[in-house]
């Protein structure tokens, strides 16, 4: 044991001298947190709304303080009147406002008589998350409208109560998990894998392979070494992170333990997978080839951005063995969900698993030779 403890050694007084790479390797997802988390993850609200009311009826009005109510609380819209509907549909090409509500001039007369008024909404559908937006508010408005209506007693049409078990949460919240996972993995790319791949360029791992040393004694220290550092970097992110994405109850000591027992996995997994990638590899030049390969193949179908039942099945493959989906997985449990041990064991046993297979592969590959 003391000759991996000396390898370990070796590499972290090695790591500790580069403070520009431990920077580096932790403030990356730190910044890829707050950008993408706030650059898609927040709620669109004033969107500029064109009303066009030729009825300009008592029903029409409703409609309209309806709309301001919306603007003044939720501000999603911001309402501003137009006299010609021509003009305002001009004004939606030209990208004056996002959209134009037309109230028509019958709409009053088939309320009274009953037969199916409708107001129309004209938006521009090049940009689907604002046209959604609107089209959800516009329908909720319209649904409230309706129910402000008279209405009779009792009625037989089926409605629908949505409960929500969990507080909102925001999308910077949601990446959150992903963020410390892609942590793990820059700081197992910089601090684990390329500096392997460096010491070999340099000869210095002559060093090591006239000692008595084993295999597995090799295999061993260089993945433990790399997994304090990778475990570093997600503690890190998780402390920085969960006060920047405003998580609940973020240093509750039962769930800092659950967060650290699944940041120690994960460090060790993707330590173990990175180490059998490069164990026969020599040129320097092939892990900075294959880093944004490996992260785009690893992280996106993961879940960390976008929900896995939205993928194609080819994708839906990858994410079964990608053990990121796993740790994101766990991550979003206990962040965002806050549960126990038990709802993450499967995704601890999967990287546990994981970590023994590639460990064990990377030994079998591993040359001791010059």
């Known amino acids: 044991m003391h000759r991996i403890m000396a390898l370990i050694e070796r590499d972290l007084r090695r790591f500790r001298r580069s403070p520009i790479l431990i920077i580096v390797s932790m ?24 009303v066009v009311d030729q009825d300009k ?9 309806m709309l301001g109510a919306i603007e003044n609380n939720a501000g999603t ?19 004056r406002v996002n959209g134009v509500l037309n109230i028509p001039a019958e709409f009053s007369r088939r309320q009274f008589s009953q037969t199916s008024p409708q107001i129309s909404l004209v938006e521009d559908n090049t ?24 209405r009779n007693r009792t009625s037989g049409q089926a409605t629908l109560s949505v409960v929500e078990i969990y507080p909102y949460v ?15 993995f820059v700081m197992v790319m910089i601090g684990g894998g390329i500096i392997f791949i460096d010491d070999k360029a340099r000869g210095l791992h002559e060093g090591y392979l ?11 220290g260089f993945n433990l070494s790399g ?38 996995v994960t460090s060790l997994a993707l330590v173990s997978m990175m180490f059998l990638l490069m164990v026969r590899v020599s040129d320097p030049l092939v892990p900075r080839a294959t880093f944004g390969v490996l992260n785009t193949l690893l992280f996106f179908p993961s879940g ?15 994410a079964t063995i990608d053990p990121f989906t796993y740790a994101v997985h766990a991550f979003k449990s206990i962040l965002l969900k806050n549960t126990s041990m038990t709802a993450i064991s499967t995704d601890l046993i999967y990287l546990s698993v994981f970590a023994i297979i590639m460990m064990a592969a990377a030994t079998l590959l591993f040359r001791r030779t010059l």
């Open 27 to 50: 403030v990356f997802p730190i910044l890829q947190l707050i950008v993408l988390g706030y650059a898609f993850g927040g709620k669109l609200k004033h969107l500029t709304v064109a």
């Open 57 to 65: 009826s008592i029903p029409a009005v409703q409609l309209r303080s």
């Open 77 to 95: 819209f911001e309402a501003v009147e137009y006299s010609d509907l021509g003009r305002a549909l001009e004004d939606l090409r030209n990208g």
């Open 127 to 150: 940009d689907s998350f604002v046209a959604s937006t609107m089209e959800g508010a516009m329908t909720g408005m319209i649904n409230a409208y309706n129910l402000a209506g008279p």
């Open 170 to 184: 925001p999308y910077i919240q949601y990446l959150l998990p992903g963020s410390i996972v892609l942590s793990i």
């Open 210 to 220: 006239v000692t008595p040393i084993t295999k597995f004694e090799l295999i061993m």
């Open 227 to 264: 997994t304090i550092k990778a475990i570093l970097a997600g503690v890190v992110l998780m402390t920085v992170g969960s006060l920047i994405a405003g998580i609940p109850n973020a240093f509750d000591p039962i769930r800092l333990l659950q967060m650290f027992a699944v940041i120690a």
């Open 304 to 318: 960390a951005v976008y929900p896995l039942q939205a993928f194609p099945g080819w994708m839906r493959a990858i």
